[in-house]
């Protein structure tokens, strides 16, 4: 009686164990699929930020409309935010802007679809299921994205708003704010611009007349410099003067009819504003803030701390096309607002940079070594926006690729080559005997504010929520 008891026991012992290890396992294999799911759905978050920073990912049509900028303001220019500050954004969740269903095979080719779908690299843990965008619930925030992702029986759905960030476009390739005025001394404008406008505050001397490049939309779209070219000519670049222009005396004078004089005051240079504390905190939060002493050194996040500064070229360099610095901001020599004392000198000396570099200083631009081959794409033609009509051109000897703002001076030596766009608070000058130019080869993106290394748009805190 007491083994049969004792059998009895232990087998009542083992069905309990047996029982809880089924229930753990069915436990964890669901919690497994819930974070699974979760991971999906954040997948399809992140997949339309990046459709906002990178249009030409997002798929044609209705989607890349809607993800286009659609307003344009005086002081901001595109902006997804009208006059009063209400969102391009204004559909509900049973009416969104933009809705793509599973339950739709078409729908569910483009985000399952083993070859060509948007998640197929995660078709092993589960299936998108649906993806919303509609308007924002809170005021000031761009749009609201809804995305449910499921894996087995199980689905999970999340949402989040998503707020825009004011980032400043660069509508000219080259922007100098103070060009000297003093009329007995001038020198020929030491600059060559392709693919955009240059617009210069005050005079401008542009040396003989049939130097400077034409527009014409039958010229060749290519990677060759001006002083390649037999005759200088170009689709898009425009001269856009302040005060007047003045022509050097030639066997055969030319007046361009691409160059624009006696904009100020009416009607006026449209300038980009560079808001100096923005910036700064834009680059405290998303970039790299650095601050400098009067030795040259720049200290990261303000730590001007002995043997923690670095040299100019080691913040700026790039060792290879790809490696992008993101915004660096510069700060003055005592960190407030910039004017003429507290300028200083920063050596821009680096043979490949790649960033949005605001340097609040008067800049020594000397590029060492050749540069690198950079690829590129031409503006569309006036009158479209076709990613298919713009030109691949391979840049060669590209010493910038991006954005060099300069608040005081830009004084370049040797012949620096931009892919990207110059703006400077003061003048370009070029170094004494120094017989070539800088040229520049304006990117078409930096005019909607697509700035790289810049968020766009990122989640607003506290507006995840998950549903079941």
């Known amino acids: 009686m007491g083994a049969v008891l004792a059998m009895l026991i232990l087998s009542m012992l083992g069905t309990v164990s047996l029982n809880l290890a089924v229930l753990e396992i069915e436990s964890m294999g669901a919690a497994r699929d819930e974070a699974v799911a979760r991971h999906l759905a954040e997948a399809g978050s992140d997949l339309l930020v990046q459709w906002f920073h990178d249009p030409s990912s997002a798929p044609g049509g209705s989607v890349k409309e809607l993800l286009t900028k659609r307003f344009e303001l005086p002081d901001v220019g595109p902006s997804f935010f009208d006059a009063n500050g209400r969102s391009q954004f204004s559909g509900t969740p049973d009416r969104p802007d933009l809705l793509y269903d599973a339950r739709r095979p078409a729908d569910d080719r483009l985000m399952n679809d083993p070859s060509i779908g948007w998640f197929r690299s995660l078709r092993a843990l589960g299936r998108m299921l649906r993806l919303k965008v509609y308007g924002p619930t809170r005021p000031g925030l761009l749009c609201t994205v809804e995305v449910t992702a499921g894996t087995g029986r199980l689905s999970r759905t ?34 060559w611009l392709h693919w955009g406008d240059l617009r210069v505050k005050g005079h401008v001397d542009a040396g003989r007349g ?20 037999p005759r200088r000519e170009d689709r898009w670049v425009e001269w856009q003067v302040g005060g007047d222009v003045f022509y050097a005396p030639s066997p055969t004078p030319h007046v361009p009819l691409n160059v624009y004089a006696r904009r100020d005051p009416v009607p006026g240079l449209q300038e980009d504003r560079w808001d100096y504390e923005t910036l700064k905190q834009y680059a405290l939060r998303y970039g790299t803030y650095y601050a400098r002493d009067r030795e040259g050194l720049f200290y990261r996040n303000g730590n001007l701390q002995p043997g923690l500064g670095v040299s100019a070229e080691q913040a700026f360099e790039s060792e290879a096309v790809g490696d992008h610095h993101g915004l660096v901001f510069v700060d003055t020599l005592d960190q407030r607002p910039p004017h003429r004392e507290n300028l200083g000198l920063v050596v821009f000396e680096a043979d490949y940079a790649e960033g949005l570099f605001v340097i609040n200083a008067n800049v020594q631009f000397k590029p060492k070594g050749a540069g690198k081959p ?51 608070g003061g003048n370009v000058i070029k170094a004494a005997e120094n017989p070539q ?11 909607s504010g697509l700035v790289r290394g810049l968020p766009i748009v990122s989640m607003a805190p506290g507006t995840w929520h998950e549903t079941f």
């Open 158 to 191: 999340i949402s989040v708003q998503l707020a825009a960030r004011t980032i400043p476009p660069i509508r000219a390739g080259v922007q100098i704010a103070r060009n000297g005025s003093d009329l007995s001394s001038r020198t020929a404008l030491p600059i």
């Open 210 to 229: 049939e130097e400077v490049p034409v527009k014409t939309p039958l010229a060749p779209v290519t990677g060759q410099s001006y002083a390649e070219m």
């Open 374 to 424: 950079v690829p590129a794409l031409s503006p569309p033609p006036e009158g479209s926006t076709s990613l298919g009509a713009r030109i691949p051109v391979q840049l060669t000897g590209i010493h910038l690729q991006g954005v060099l703002y300069a608040a005081g001076d830009l004084i370049f030596e040797g012949a620096p080559r931009v892919y990207g766009a110059i703006a400077t």
């Open 437 to 447: 130019n800088l040229e520049v080869w304006y990117t078409y993106e930096l005019r």
